[in-house]
């Protein structure tokens, strides 16, 4: 991690979860981190969980991924005040409590999308003109993933979020080969993991029982953190993570 020390990382979706998790990890391992989150007071919170000299060094910023403007205005700030983003995770996503067939479901369809894939756009379009403005070469673009970004499990509640899902891994290739025809070296990593312990599905959610196993946050920035510091010719595309004895 020596090359990102003092480089800018931007989360998005930092109040909880795995957003959370990776911001922790990230500024304990030396970076610069900006927090993007709906729940400002959370990333306060955040902030104040942390040591005092990493807590210099990470800044919470109220952002709503699926509003266009609220990202570009994001990533301007990043710009002007930190000097620019080299690492982007997007990690914002939501699942609504619907079936695709239900009625007057067309808004929580349409939330789905504009977070899980618009908004994952609008960031990464953001950062990569920030890099190419900047001429720096050597970004890397994280998008969390999941399991059901590939495969469909026979389970309840899944609705928009699992083609959402499918079109992030679609997403990841197109990105990788408009950045290699941008002529630049910024890697794309799609991390897929099965199911974590976060508060995306909620605690009533019926597909979640405390028997089944879970990956926990933590996991996941582990992650993160071994995807960003491959070697310049290094890039995984795709990684899978499955907590052990996960049946789908």
Same mark, same amino acid.
């Given at each position: 991690?020596?090359?990102?020390?003092?480089?800018?990382?931007? *989360? &998005?979706?930092?109040?909880?979860?795995?957003?959370?998790?990776?911001? /922790?990890?990230? =500024?304990?391992? @030396?970076? $610069? %981190?900006?927090?993007?989150?709906?729940?400002?007071?959370?990333?306060?919170?955040?902030?104040?969980?942390?040591?005092?000299?990493?807590?210099?060094?990470?800044?919470?910023?109220?952002?709503?991924?699926?509003?266009?403007?609220?990202?570009?205005?994001?990533?301007?700030?990043?710009?002007?005040?930190?000097?620019?983003?080299?690492?982007?995770?997007?990690?914002?996503?939501?699942?609504?409590?619907?079936?695709?067939?239900?009625?007057?479901?067309?808004?929580?369809?349409?939330?789905?999308?504009?977070?899980?894939?618009?908004? *994952? &756009?609008?960031?990464?379009?953001?950062?990569?003109?920030?890099?190419? /403005?900047?001429? =720096?070469?050597? @970004?890397? $673009? %994280?998008?969390?993933?999941?399991?059901?970004?590939?495969?469909?499990?026979?389970?309840?509640?899944?609705?928009?979020?699992?083609?959402?899902?499918?079109?992030?891994?679609?997403?990841?290739?197109?990105?990788?080969?408009?950045?290699?025809?941008?002529?630049?070296?910024?890697?794309?990593?799609?991390?897929?993991?099965?199911?974590?312990?976060?508060?995306?599905?909620?605690?009533?959610?019926?597909?979640?029982?405390?028997?089944?196993?879970?990956?926990?946050?933590?996991?996941?920035?582990?992650?993160?953190?071994?995807?960003?510091? &491959?070697?310049?010719?290094?890039?995984?595309?795709?990684?899978?993570?499955?907590?052990?004895?996960?049946?789908?």
């Amino acid at each position: 991690m020596d090359r990102w020390r003092n480089r800018v990382a931007v *989360v &998005t979706g930092a109040s909880s979860g795995i957003g959370a998790a990776c911001c /922790r990890d990230l =500024v304990a391992k @030396g970076m $610069v %981190v900006v927090g993007l989150a709906r729940r400002e007071e959370r990333l306060k919170e955040l902030k104040s969980s942390l040591p005092a000299d990493q807590a210099a060094n990470f800044y919470g910023r109220r952002c709503d991924v699926s509003d266009e403007q609220q990202v570009k205005e994001a990533f301007a700030w990043v710009d002007q005040d930190l000097g620019g983003a080299d690492v982007l995770v997007n990690n914002a996503g939501i699942i609504r409590p619907i079936r695709v067939m239900d009625e007057d479901n067309s808004e929580a369809l349409k939330a789905i999308l504009d977070t899980n894939v618009l908004g *994952v &756009t609008w960031c990464t379009r953001q950062m990569f003109r920030s890099l190419l /403005r900047r001429k =720096v070469n050597d @970004g890397h $673009v %994280v998008i969390i993933n999941s399991i059901v970004g590939h495969k469909v499990p026979m389970m309840e509640g899944l609705n928009m979020y699992a083609p959402s899902k499918h079109a992030i891994t679609a997403l990841t290739e197109v990105l990788r080969q408009e950045f290699i025809k941008s002529g630049t070296q910024t890697k794309i990593t799609s991390i897929s993991p099965g199911v974590v312990n976060t508060e995306i599905f909620g605690s009533s959610s019926i597909e979640l029982s405390s028997a089944m196993p879970m990956l926990r946050s933590e996991d996941i920035a582990d992650a993160v953190s071994y995807c960003i510091q &491959t070697p310049p010719n290094v890039q995984i595309h795709e990684l899978t993570i499955k907590p052990v004895g996960e049946r789908f």
